[in-house]
């Protein structure tokens, strides 16, 4: 028997989690193992594939502590209906390449998961940012107000930056579906095997073509949670802004996101933001320890990298979830204050940037002495308590500049800085306007992109399952 604190502590926590997501996996594997054997000739293997397809279907025994396992819980089944299928099915298998084999599986299922929650939020980003086309606001840099933008121009950005975390996500799927099946327990087999045939049943790209690495390398799971962590770190940042908006009443969630106060009336908490922030530093917290499971571990010692790393795992995928449909659910209908916004963009200082590109245009002046001048303009106007769109064409006259009232008064209109910003990716409307289209397009093929690489996962159980 087991001694009793490694049964707590290791066994009996192992065997819950692959009951509970490692199963189908298992099942796979063994059965396109068995499939691969049966082609190669081996007596009873068709036999072993046909009692995994009925096995499969039925409830699988709870924990036994003098069972190691669920492999061998198996195993063991097999045994008692057919000893030559059981023995057949053990040809040319460890439970080294069985494990990665599985642990791969369950990860591409993950990773697709969480790709296809961070394409629905890039469509509620663009939802977002076709509505707020011309919703001017204040951009900051350095917490200060910086330029006029829109809000579209904003969304946009975030999902320029997910987009190419998308990218991540298929670039690592690259990496990551890669069959171990065939490598027993690191050298390999003097079986006569077909390591592409049992590659191809499992839907992988191909086999790891060192046996070594195959049930040694853990260099896809740390990237994985590389990949989770630049993800989380971007929408953080995001989460971060529409907190702060929130704070100002410039953007307010629908009621069932917010939470009000036991003792204040007033208050409408974002708490589906808050919970959001949260998720995602916690998605971030678990990665480390999923790197650190994979740090100074000799090449070929599994379990730290093996069985150990995929609850951790689990809980990143679990909490950067949650955080992406919090996320999701809080930017699908708030209410924007266009008017607040506007009136920041009117009584500010943002459009500084385009009076002294007016006055380097319109009165002789190169870019370096208009920012003087602007700046000069600003400290005579703070002294006299007065607000730049006070600023009249005498005030500039002083300071030796001729600027017509019509070209004043659009240097410092927040409309006409946005919309004269009509460069490749600035935020004018009609610039936005095929901007977005672009992104929709982009997010159209990456969407068709994951459903092709979905249902070609999906296919290929459902005919290890014998549906096909």
């Known amino acids: 028997m087991w001694h009793e604190t490694y049964l707590e502590t290791v066994l009996k926590p192992d ?7 490692l199963l189908p996996h298992l099942f ?61 099915m053990r040809t040319a298998l460890s439970r080294n390449d069985l494990d990665m084999t599985i642990y791969r599986l369950s990860a591409r299922e993950r990773l697709l998961r969480a790709a296809l929650r961070l394409l629905n939020l890039r469509l509620t980003l663009l939802d977002l940012a076709g509505r707020e086309i011309e919703t001017v606001m204040v951009a900051y840099t350095h917490h200060q107000p910086a330029q006029p933008t829109t809000l579209a121009h904003y969304l946009a950005g975030l999902e320029n930056v997910l987009s190419r975390d998308t990218e991540r996500m298929f670039d690592a799927l690259r990496r990551l ?26 839907a992988f790209d191909r086999p790891i073509e060192n046996t070594y690495d195959a049930v040694s390398a853990s260099d896809w799971q740390v990237e994985l ?18 907190l702060l908006w929130a704070s100002r009443g410039l953007l307010t969630l629908e009621d069932g996101l917010v939470q009000g106060s036991s003792v204040m009336p007033q208050k409408r908490n974002p708490v589906a933001l808050e919970h959001a922030r949260t998720k995602f530093s916690k998605a971030i917290g678990i990665t480390q320890s999923v790197i650190l499971s994979a740090h100074n571990v000799p090449f070929g010692d599994i379990n730290d990298p093996g069985p150990d790393v995929q609850p951790p795992l689990d809980t990143m995928w679990r909490e950067f979830r949650e ?24 009584t500010g200082e943002s459009v500084v940037t385009e009076l002294a590109d007016v006055i380097a245009r319109h009165a ?36 030796g500049v001729t600027v017509s009232p019509a070209d004043l008064q659009h240097a410092l209109d927040p409309f006409t800085f946005v919309a004269a ?42 005919r290890l399952e014998g549906g096909l």
């Open 177 to 202: 579906n890669l069959s171990p099946m065939g490598a027993v327990a690191l050298a390999g087999t003097s079986f006569p095997i077909d390591r592409q045939l049992t590659s191809q049943l499992l």
């Open 323 to 346: 955080g992406v449909e919090l996320l999701t659910a809080a930017l699908t209908r708030p209410s924007i204050n266009r008017a607040a916004w506007l009136k920041e963009a009117e």
């Open 421 to 462: 910003r009509t460069t490749y990716g600035g935020p004018a409307p009609v610039t936005m306007e095929g901007a977005l289209a672009n992104a929709r397009q982009r997010l159209h093929e990456d969407f068709a992109r994951h459903n092709e690489v979905t249902q070609r996962f999906a296919d290929a159980r459902t």
């Open 28 to 88: 796979d594997a063994l059965t396109a193992h068995s499939l691969m054997l049966s082609t190669q000739q081996l007596p009873h293997a068709s036999a072993a594939v046909e009692l995994l397809q009925q096995l499969r279907v039925t409830r699988f025994p709870l924990y036994d502590p003098k069972v190691e396992d669920v492999f061998f819980t198996l195993d063991q089944q097999l045994a008692a209906q057919n000893p030559q299928a059981a023995g057949a």
């Open 364 to 399: 002789g002046q190169d870019f370096r002495h208009a920012h003087a001048i602007v700046k000069t303009l600003l400290h005579h106007l703070h002294l006299a308590g007065r607000g730049l769109s006070s600023t009249t064409p005498e005030d500039l006259a002083k300071l």
């Open 15 to 21: 065997y819950a989690y692959a009951s509970e997501h």
């Open 225 to 242: 949670a590389c990949t989770i962590t630049v993800t989380a770190t971007t929408l953080s940042r995001g989460v971060h802004d529409l």
